[in-house]
Protein backbone atom coordinates (compact mmCIF):
# COMPACT_ATOMS: atom_id res chain seq x y z
CA UNK A 1 0.00 0.00 0.00
CA UNK A 2 1.61 3.36 -0.95
CA UNK A 3 0.16 6.88 0.05
CA UNK A 4 1.17 10.18 -1.19
CA UNK A 5 1.12 11.09 2.80
CA UNK A 6 4.79 9.62 2.47
CA UNK A 7 5.99 12.44 0.78
CA UNK A 8 6.01 14.82 3.46
CA UNK A 9 8.56 16.37 6.37
CA UNK A 10 6.40 14.64 9.13
CA UNK A 11 8.03 11.48 7.33
CA UNK A 12 11.27 11.02 8.71
CA UNK A 13 12.22 8.34 6.09
CA UNK A 14 11.27 10.82 3.65
CA UNK A 15 13.35 13.58 5.37
CA UNK A 16 16.62 11.31 5.45
CA UNK A 17 16.09 10.29 2.02
CA UNK A 18 15.98 14.32 0.91
CA UNK A 19 18.67 14.76 3.29
CA UNK A 20 21.33 12.12 1.96
CA UNK A 21 20.36 12.33 -1.94
CA UNK A 22 21.27 15.97 -1.73
CA UNK A 23 24.77 15.05 -0.28
CA UNK A 24 25.40 12.38 -2.87
CA UNK A 25 24.47 14.90 -5.59
CA UNK A 26 27.01 17.21 -4.17
CA UNK A 27 29.14 14.53 -4.05
CA UNK A 28 29.00 13.57 -7.68
CA UNK A 29 29.16 17.29 -8.74
CA UNK A 30 33.07 17.01 -6.27
CA UNK A 31 34.25 14.41 -8.93
CA UNK A 32 33.42 17.07 -11.73
CA UNK A 33 35.47 19.80 -9.75
CA UNK A 34 38.23 17.57 -9.12
CA UNK A 35 38.22 16.25 -12.58
CA UNK A 36 38.97 19.79 -13.57
CA UNK A 37 41.34 20.61 -11.25
CA UNK A 38 43.42 17.29 -11.98
CA UNK A 39 43.30 18.32 -15.50
CA UNK A 40 45.13 21.60 -14.64
CA UNK A 41 47.39 20.08 -12.52
CA UNK A 42 48.84 17.93 -14.90
CA UNK A 43 48.24 19.88 -17.93
CA UNK A 44 45.72 17.37 -19.72
CA UNK A 45 43.33 18.33 -21.20
CA UNK A 46 40.71 16.52 -23.94
CA UNK A 47 39.60 19.60 -26.09
CA UNK A 48 41.93 21.83 -28.23
CA UNK A 49 39.92 25.00 -27.19
CA UNK A 50 41.26 24.24 -23.38
CA UNK A 51 44.40 24.41 -24.13
CA UNK A 52 45.69 27.39 -22.68
CA UNK A 53 49.45 27.79 -24.87
CA UNK A 54 49.83 26.90 -27.48
CA UNK A 55 52.53 24.86 -26.45
CA UNK A 56 50.42 22.24 -25.29
CA UNK A 57 48.61 19.43 -27.09
CA UNK A 58 45.54 17.70 -26.17
CA UNK A 59 46.49 14.48 -23.85
CA UNK A 60 43.95 11.42 -23.21
CA UNK A 61 45.82 9.18 -20.55
CA UNK A 62 47.23 10.67 -17.75
CA UNK A 63 46.47 8.38 -14.65
CA UNK A 64 45.79 10.74 -12.20
CA UNK A 65 42.56 12.24 -14.42
CA UNK A 66 41.83 8.93 -15.66
CA UNK A 67 41.67 7.43 -11.69
CA UNK A 68 39.26 10.57 -11.02
CA UNK A 69 37.14 9.78 -14.08
CA UNK A 70 36.65 6.08 -13.31
CA UNK A 71 35.58 7.21 -9.83
CA UNK A 72 33.15 9.55 -11.28
CA UNK A 73 31.72 7.29 -13.77
CA UNK A 74 31.37 4.36 -10.82
CA UNK A 75 28.84 7.14 -8.85
CA UNK A 76 26.95 7.70 -11.76
CA UNK A 77 26.56 3.53 -12.23
CA UNK A 78 25.78 3.25 -8.90
CA UNK A 79 24.41 6.53 -6.93
CA UNK A 80 22.07 7.46 -9.47
CA UNK A 81 20.04 4.17 -9.21
CA UNK A 82 20.07 4.69 -5.89
CA UNK A 83 18.26 8.22 -6.34
CA UNK A 84 15.32 6.89 -8.02
CA UNK A 85 15.04 3.71 -5.76
CA UNK A 86 15.67 5.43 -2.95
CA UNK A 87 12.63 7.42 -3.49
CA UNK A 88 10.05 4.12 -4.72
CA UNK A 89 11.35 2.18 -1.39
CA UNK A 90 10.50 5.48 0.81
CA UNK A 91 7.07 5.49 -1.19
CA UNK A 92 7.11 1.61 -0.15
CA UNK A 93 6.60 2.58 3.92
CA UNK A 94 9.05 0.84 5.00
CA UNK A 95 10.79 0.35 8.77
CA UNK A 96 11.83 3.53 9.48
CA UNK A 97 14.88 2.04 11.96
CA UNK A 98 16.27 0.08 8.84
CA UNK A 99 15.30 2.69 5.66
CA UNK A 100 17.19 5.54 7.89
CA UNK A 101 19.93 3.19 8.21
CA UNK A 102 20.07 1.88 4.56
CA UNK A 103 20.23 5.11 3.54
CA UNK A 104 22.92 6.29 6.04
CA UNK A 105 24.72 3.10 4.44
CA UNK A 106 24.43 4.06 1.05
CA UNK A 107 25.88 7.65 2.13
CA UNK A 108 28.82 6.78 3.94
CA UNK A 109 29.96 4.23 2.05
CA UNK A 110 29.94 6.15 -1.71
CA UNK A 111 32.17 9.02 0.08
CA UNK A 112 33.97 6.53 1.35
CA UNK A 113 34.70 5.05 -1.86
CA UNK A 114 35.74 7.92 -3.10
CA UNK A 115 37.86 8.69 -0.98
CA UNK A 116 40.09 5.52 -1.15
CA UNK A 117 39.86 5.83 -4.93
CA UNK A 118 40.40 9.20 -5.33
CA UNK A 119 41.32 11.32 -2.95
CA UNK A 120 43.95 8.81 -1.13
CA UNK A 121 45.04 5.69 -2.39
CA UNK A 122 43.51 2.93 -0.20
CA UNK A 123 44.73 -1.06 -0.71
CA UNK A 124 42.18 -2.82 -1.44
CA UNK A 125 39.51 -4.48 -0.27
CA UNK A 126 38.46 -0.73 1.06
CA UNK A 127 37.33 -0.06 -2.37
CA UNK A 128 35.50 -3.34 -2.68
CA UNK A 129 33.99 -3.40 0.86
CA UNK A 130 32.71 0.38 0.02
CA UNK A 131 31.43 -0.84 -3.18
CA UNK A 132 29.41 -3.74 -1.77
CA UNK A 133 28.09 -2.24 1.03
CA UNK A 134 26.29 0.78 -1.02
CA UNK A 135 25.53 -2.30 -3.99
CA UNK A 136 23.73 -4.46 -0.98
CA UNK A 137 21.64 -1.79 0.52
CA UNK A 138 20.43 -0.43 -2.96
CA UNK A 139 19.49 -3.85 -4.30
CA UNK A 140 17.98 -5.04 -1.12
CA UNK A 141 15.69 -1.45 -1.62
CA UNK A 142 14.82 -2.75 -5.62
CA UNK A 143 13.85 -6.12 -3.94
CA UNK A 144 11.61 -4.56 -1.70
CA UNK A 145 10.23 -2.11 -4.27
CA UNK A 146 9.90 -5.30 -6.51
CA UNK A 147 8.02 -7.04 -3.87
CA UNK A 148 5.43 -4.09 -3.02
CA UNK A 149 5.09 -3.79 -6.61
CA UNK A 150 4.52 -7.52 -7.15
CA UNK A 151 4.14 -7.08 -11.02
CA UNK B 1 -4.35 17.86 -14.68
CA UNK B 2 -1.92 15.76 -11.83
CA UNK B 3 -2.92 14.46 -9.16
CA UNK B 4 -0.84 13.19 -6.35
CA UNK B 5 -3.54 10.32 -5.39
CA UNK B 6 -1.67 8.74 -8.79
CA UNK B 7 1.21 7.98 -6.04
CA UNK B 8 -0.87 5.06 -4.92
CA UNK B 9 -0.58 1.07 -5.03
CA UNK B 10 -4.18 1.26 -6.56
CA UNK B 11 -2.66 2.88 -9.43
CA UNK B 12 -1.66 0.19 -12.11
CA UNK B 13 0.47 2.81 -14.04
CA UNK B 14 2.43 3.31 -10.65
CA UNK B 15 2.71 -0.06 -9.65
CA UNK B 16 4.28 -1.57 -13.35
CA UNK B 17 6.10 1.46 -13.25
CA UNK B 18 7.66 0.83 -9.99
CA UNK B 19 8.07 -2.71 -10.88
CA UNK B 20 9.79 -2.03 -14.07
CA UNK B 21 11.98 0.39 -12.82
CA UNK B 22 13.42 -1.50 -9.76
CA UNK B 23 13.98 -4.11 -12.09
CA UNK B 24 16.13 -2.18 -14.58
CA UNK B 25 18.08 -0.72 -11.05
CA UNK B 26 19.26 -4.41 -10.83
CA UNK B 27 19.98 -4.91 -14.86
CA UNK B 28 22.24 -2.10 -14.23
CA UNK B 29 23.80 -3.44 -11.43
CA UNK B 30 24.32 -6.73 -12.92
CA UNK B 31 26.47 -4.74 -15.10
CA UNK B 32 28.98 -3.63 -12.90
CA UNK B 33 28.88 -7.34 -11.68
CA UNK B 34 29.69 -8.50 -15.54
CA UNK B 35 32.38 -6.01 -15.57
CA UNK B 36 34.25 -7.19 -12.09
CA UNK B 37 34.08 -10.55 -13.65
CA UNK B 38 34.77 -10.09 -16.84
CA UNK B 39 37.97 -8.12 -15.29
CA UNK B 40 39.31 -11.39 -13.30
CA UNK B 41 38.45 -13.61 -16.15
CA UNK B 42 41.25 -11.50 -18.64
CA UNK B 43 42.86 -10.35 -15.62
CA UNK B 44 42.75 -6.28 -17.45
CA UNK B 45 42.55 -4.07 -14.19
CA UNK B 46 42.47 -0.67 -14.21
CA UNK B 47 44.30 0.71 -10.92
CA UNK B 48 47.44 -0.77 -9.44
CA UNK B 49 45.99 -1.22 -5.94
CA UNK B 50 43.78 -4.12 -8.12
CA UNK B 51 46.36 -5.93 -9.65
CA UNK B 52 46.43 -9.21 -7.31
CA UNK B 53 50.15 -10.53 -8.79
CA UNK B 54 53.11 -8.23 -8.86
CA UNK B 55 53.33 -10.34 -12.45
CA UNK B 56 50.19 -8.34 -13.78
CA UNK B 57 50.62 -4.37 -15.16
CA UNK B 58 47.44 -2.27 -15.52
CA UNK B 59 45.69 -3.21 -18.40
CA UNK B 60 42.96 -0.80 -20.50
CA UNK B 61 41.96 -2.40 -23.97
CA UNK B 62 40.51 -5.67 -23.61
CA UNK B 63 37.86 -6.25 -26.13
CA UNK B 64 35.71 -8.02 -23.78
CA UNK B 65 36.16 -5.75 -20.63
CA UNK B 66 35.31 -2.86 -23.03
CA UNK B 67 32.50 -3.94 -24.73
CA UNK B 68 30.43 -4.90 -21.32
CA UNK B 69 31.46 -1.18 -20.59
CA UNK B 70 29.74 0.29 -23.41
CA UNK B 71 26.53 -1.77 -22.67
CA UNK B 72 26.57 -0.22 -18.98
CA UNK B 73 27.32 2.85 -19.95
CA UNK B 74 24.39 2.75 -22.85
CA UNK B 75 22.34 2.35 -20.37
CA UNK B 76 23.24 5.06 -18.13
CA UNK B 77 22.16 6.91 -21.57
CA UNK B 78 19.07 5.57 -21.84
CA UNK B 79 17.83 3.87 -18.73
CA UNK B 80 18.29 6.21 -16.10
CA UNK B 81 16.27 9.04 -18.50
CA UNK B 82 13.57 6.64 -18.48
CA UNK B 83 13.11 6.64 -14.67
CA UNK B 84 12.77 10.00 -14.06
CA UNK B 85 10.48 10.62 -17.30
CA UNK B 86 8.11 7.38 -16.77
CA UNK B 87 7.42 8.66 -13.18
CA UNK B 88 6.63 11.89 -14.35
CA UNK B 89 4.74 10.49 -17.12
CA UNK B 90 2.77 8.41 -14.68
CA UNK B 91 1.95 11.89 -12.96
CA UNK B 92 0.00 12.50 -16.48
CA UNK B 93 -2.35 10.37 -15.58
CA UNK B 94 -2.04 8.48 -18.87
CA UNK B 95 -3.88 5.51 -20.26
CA UNK B 96 -3.04 2.18 -18.55
CA UNK B 97 -3.07 -0.25 -21.52
CA UNK B 98 -0.63 2.35 -23.33
CA UNK B 99 1.55 3.17 -20.35
CA UNK B 100 1.65 -0.40 -18.90
CA UNK B 101 2.54 -1.77 -22.37
CA UNK B 102 5.13 1.67 -22.52
CA UNK B 103 6.71 0.48 -19.52
CA UNK B 104 7.13 -3.56 -20.60
CA UNK B 105 8.49 -1.91 -24.05
CA UNK B 106 10.97 -0.29 -22.24
CA UNK B 107 11.86 -2.90 -19.94
CA UNK B 108 12.31 -5.94 -22.10
CA UNK B 109 13.84 -3.87 -25.38
CA UNK B 110 16.54 -2.81 -21.95
CA UNK B 111 16.82 -6.45 -21.29
CA UNK B 112 17.44 -7.88 -24.83
CA UNK B 113 19.69 -4.87 -25.60
CA UNK B 114 22.14 -5.97 -22.73
CA UNK B 115 22.04 -9.89 -23.82
CA UNK B 116 22.94 -9.29 -28.10
CA UNK B 117 25.53 -6.51 -26.82
CA UNK B 118 27.32 -7.95 -23.83
CA UNK B 119 26.27 -11.60 -22.93
CA UNK B 120 25.55 -13.74 -26.44
CA UNK B 121 26.97 -11.20 -29.43
CA UNK B 122 23.82 -11.56 -31.89
CA UNK B 123 24.28 -9.56 -35.10
CA UNK B 124 22.68 -6.08 -35.98
CA UNK B 125 19.92 -5.34 -36.50
CA UNK B 126 19.10 -6.85 -33.39
CA UNK B 127 20.53 -4.15 -30.86
CA UNK B 128 19.89 -1.64 -33.00
CA UNK B 129 15.87 -2.76 -32.98
CA UNK B 130 16.35 -2.89 -28.63
CA UNK B 131 17.73 0.21 -28.55
CA UNK B 132 14.87 2.04 -30.44
CA UNK B 133 12.13 -0.17 -29.22
CA UNK B 134 12.89 1.80 -25.95
CA UNK B 135 13.95 5.38 -27.12
CA UNK B 136 10.83 5.27 -28.84
CA UNK B 137 8.98 4.56 -26.08
CA UNK B 138 10.79 6.77 -23.67
CA UNK B 139 10.64 9.83 -26.82
CA UNK B 140 7.19 9.23 -26.51
CA UNK B 141 6.24 9.42 -22.64
CA UNK B 142 8.83 12.79 -22.95
CA UNK B 143 6.14 14.30 -25.69
CA UNK B 144 3.48 13.41 -23.40
CA UNK B 145 5.21 15.29 -20.29
CA UNK B 146 6.03 17.82 -22.43
CA UNK B 147 2.43 18.68 -23.49
CA UNK B 148 1.00 18.11 -20.07
CA UNK B 149 3.13 21.04 -18.74
CA UNK B 150 2.88 23.15 -22.09
CA UNK B 151 5.46 25.22 -20.40
CA UNK C 1 6.99 21.64 5.45
CA UNK C 2 6.61 19.60 2.71
CA UNK C 3 2.96 18.94 0.79
CA UNK C 4 2.30 16.01 -1.52
CA UNK C 5 -0.29 18.57 -2.78
CA UNK C 6 2.95 20.30 -4.40
CA UNK C 7 2.88 17.17 -7.24
CA UNK C 8 0.25 19.21 -9.00
CA UNK C 9 -0.28 20.76 -12.09
CA UNK C 10 -1.81 23.69 -10.26
CA UNK C 11 1.69 24.28 -8.72
CA UNK C 12 3.54 26.26 -11.55
CA UNK C 13 6.69 24.75 -10.09
CA UNK C 14 5.91 21.67 -10.72
CA UNK C 15 4.81 22.60 -14.12
CA UNK C 16 7.99 24.02 -14.88
CA UNK C 17 10.09 21.57 -13.51
CA UNK C 18 7.83 19.00 -15.11
CA UNK C 19 8.52 20.67 -19.16
CA UNK C 20 12.11 21.50 -18.41
CA UNK C 21 13.09 17.62 -17.35
CA UNK C 22 11.34 16.29 -20.36
CA UNK C 23 12.97 18.95 -22.82
CA UNK C 24 16.78 17.98 -20.82
CA UNK C 25 15.67 14.27 -21.34
CA UNK C 26 15.46 14.79 -25.00
CA UNK C 27 18.65 16.80 -25.00
CA UNK C 28 20.41 13.93 -23.86
CA UNK C 29 19.10 10.93 -26.39
CA UNK C 30 19.75 13.35 -28.89
CA UNK C 31 23.16 13.16 -27.78
CA UNK C 32 23.17 9.40 -28.40
CA UNK C 33 21.54 10.00 -32.14
CA UNK C 34 24.29 12.50 -32.86
CA UNK C 35 26.85 10.23 -31.49
CA UNK C 36 25.71 7.44 -34.13
CA UNK C 37 25.80 9.74 -37.06
CA UNK C 38 29.08 10.87 -36.19
CA UNK C 39 29.95 7.13 -36.44
CA UNK C 40 28.75 6.58 -39.47
CA UNK C 41 30.13 10.44 -41.44
CA UNK C 42 33.45 9.52 -40.01
CA UNK C 43 33.05 5.24 -39.89
CA UNK C 44 34.08 4.66 -36.54
CA UNK C 45 32.44 1.81 -35.61
CA UNK C 46 33.63 0.03 -31.99
CA UNK C 47 32.09 -3.17 -32.49
CA UNK C 48 32.85 -5.82 -35.26
CA UNK C 49 28.75 -6.43 -35.53
CA UNK C 50 28.58 -3.04 -36.09
CA UNK C 51 30.65 -2.84 -39.24
CA UNK C 52 29.07 -2.24 -42.75
CA UNK C 53 31.41 -3.72 -45.11
CA UNK C 54 34.07 -6.00 -44.50
CA UNK C 55 36.83 -3.39 -45.56
CA UNK C 56 36.38 -1.96 -42.21
CA UNK C 57 38.13 -2.07 -38.96
CA UNK C 58 36.69 -1.21 -35.13
CA UNK C 59 38.20 2.03 -34.50
CA UNK C 60 37.78 4.28 -30.90
CA UNK C 61 39.84 7.45 -31.51
CA UNK C 62 37.97 9.27 -33.70
CA UNK C 63 38.16 12.93 -32.92
CA UNK C 64 34.81 14.53 -33.81
CA UNK C 65 32.86 10.91 -31.89
CA UNK C 66 34.83 11.11 -28.85
CA UNK C 67 33.96 15.01 -28.26
CA UNK C 68 30.42 14.04 -28.49
CA UNK C 69 31.01 11.47 -26.32
CA UNK C 70 32.39 14.11 -24.03
CA UNK C 71 29.64 16.37 -24.07
CA UNK C 72 26.71 13.08 -23.66
CA UNK C 73 29.11 12.05 -20.79
CA UNK C 74 28.63 15.52 -19.31
CA UNK C 75 25.02 15.72 -19.51
CA UNK C 76 24.99 12.69 -17.61
CA UNK C 77 27.43 13.96 -15.18
CA UNK C 78 25.52 16.86 -14.79
CA UNK C 79 21.88 16.62 -15.97
CA UNK C 80 20.93 14.06 -14.32
CA UNK C 81 21.25 15.01 -10.75
CA UNK C 82 19.26 18.20 -11.79
CA UNK C 83 16.65 15.62 -12.44
CA UNK C 84 16.84 13.95 -8.95
CA UNK C 85 17.23 17.47 -7.39
CA UNK C 86 15.39 19.41 -9.19
CA UNK C 87 11.98 17.51 -8.51
CA UNK C 88 13.11 17.18 -4.56
CA UNK C 89 13.35 21.05 -4.41
CA UNK C 90 10.17 21.66 -6.06
CA UNK C 91 8.47 19.56 -2.73
CA UNK C 92 10.14 22.40 -0.49
CA UNK C 93 7.93 24.76 -1.86
CA UNK C 94 10.29 27.09 -3.06
CA UNK C 95 9.31 30.89 -3.81
CA UNK C 96 8.01 30.19 -7.73
CA UNK C 97 9.83 33.56 -9.77
CA UNK C 98 13.19 31.85 -8.13
CA UNK C 99 12.60 28.10 -9.04
CA UNK C 100 11.05 29.13 -12.18
CA UNK C 101 13.98 30.76 -13.05
CA UNK C 102 16.74 28.29 -11.39
CA UNK C 103 15.04 25.75 -13.40
CA UNK C 104 15.31 27.88 -16.93
CA UNK C 105 19.15 28.71 -16.28
CA UNK C 106 19.66 24.84 -15.87
CA UNK C 107 18.04 23.71 -18.87
CA UNK C 108 19.25 27.24 -21.41
CA UNK C 109 22.88 26.63 -19.71
CA UNK C 110 22.64 22.68 -20.66
CA UNK C 111 21.34 23.47 -24.39
CA UNK C 112 24.13 25.95 -24.60
CA UNK C 113 26.76 24.04 -22.88
CA UNK C 114 25.90 20.68 -25.82
CA UNK C 115 26.27 23.39 -29.11
CA UNK C 116 29.70 25.03 -28.06
CA UNK C 117 30.77 21.52 -27.01
CA UNK C 118 29.62 19.16 -30.08
CA UNK C 119 27.52 21.18 -32.19
CA UNK C 120 29.61 24.02 -33.37
CA UNK C 121 32.58 24.64 -31.09
CA UNK C 122 33.25 27.86 -29.46
CA UNK C 123 36.41 29.04 -27.80
CA UNK C 124 36.52 29.41 -24.29
CA UNK C 125 35.23 30.78 -21.90
CA UNK C 126 31.79 30.21 -23.34
CA UNK C 127 31.89 26.09 -22.18
CA UNK C 128 32.68 26.93 -18.88
CA UNK C 129 30.32 29.44 -18.63
CA UNK C 130 27.49 27.53 -19.62
CA UNK C 131 28.71 24.72 -16.95
CA UNK C 132 28.79 26.80 -14.16
CA UNK C 133 25.59 28.39 -14.94
CA UNK C 134 23.74 24.89 -14.96
CA UNK C 135 26.52 23.90 -12.13
CA UNK C 136 25.23 26.58 -9.65
CA UNK C 137 21.78 26.57 -9.83
CA UNK C 138 21.67 22.94 -8.97
CA UNK C 139 23.94 22.99 -6.35
CA UNK C 140 21.86 25.72 -4.71
CA UNK C 141 18.81 23.79 -5.30
CA UNK C 142 20.70 20.63 -3.51
CA UNK C 143 21.63 23.31 -0.95
CA UNK C 144 17.81 23.99 -0.23
CA UNK C 145 16.90 20.69 -0.21
CA UNK C 146 19.56 19.99 2.58
CA UNK C 147 18.16 22.93 4.65
CA UNK C 148 14.77 21.58 4.35
CA UNK C 149 16.16 18.20 5.20
CA UNK C 150 18.43 19.24 8.70
CA UNK C 151 19.15 15.41 8.93
Redesign the interface.
Known amino acids: ?????L???ENEV???Y??????L??K??A??ILTGLTRFVTATF??P??LMSPKLKVKFDDPNV??VR?A??ND???I??F???G??YT?TNPSVFLAVNLFRAVGIARIVHTIV?AVV????PS?ALAFFVA?GA??YM??Q??L????
Chains 1, 2, 3 share one sequence.
Open positions: MLHPEISMFRVLGWTAVVLIFMGANEDERRHRLENVPFIILLLYVVPQRLTVALVIAAAF
